[in-house]
């Protein structure tokens, strides 16, 4: 069973904006700090934003004020909205869910399958 199912991905113009949406099972978003990541081929997967069960946001320096992380609670689902897109924005989102602190070592990390998001110039 797909415990995370990453979507909304597509091609936009510079300037234009995405909503990713990852749906999540219950049992991993009632427990997990939830986040969106992004990975350019050859390049290492780098955190983008993410959010814990109380809402408390972190966003790379890169996105601050174009992109907004949000949990939607009836609906299992973290939303990530982009805003004023630009070509170095361009790559494949991969939604992921992360233990709560202190059980990074009994309970597993989980991935969605990635989410290509082109933004031409």
């Known amino acids: 069973q797909e415990q995370l199912a990453d979507s909304g991905g597509g091609s936009v113009q510079a300037g234009g904006s995405l909503r990713l949406v990852c749906e999540a099972s219950?049992?991993?978003?009632?427990?997990?700090?939830m986040g969106w990541y992004r990975q350019i081929p050859g390049k290492q997967r780098e955190l983008v934003a993410s959010?814990?069960?109380?809402?408390?946001?972190h966003y790379a320096e890169s996105v601050k004020g174009r992109f907004t992380i949000s949990r939607e609670d009836a609906w299992n689902t973290v939303y990530l909205h982009m805003n004023s897109l630009k070509f170095e924005d361009t790559a494949v989102y991969f939604c992921?869910?992360?233990?709560?602190?202190?059980?990074?070592?009994?309970?597993?990390?989980?991935w969605g399958n990635g989410t290509p998001v082109t933004v031409s110039q």
């Open positions: 992921n869910a992360k233990p709560p602190t202190g059980w990074e070592r009994r309970l597993p990390e989980y």
């Open positions: 959010i814990t069960l109380d809402r408390a946001t």
């Open positions: 219950r049992s991993i978003y009632s427990s997990y700090t």
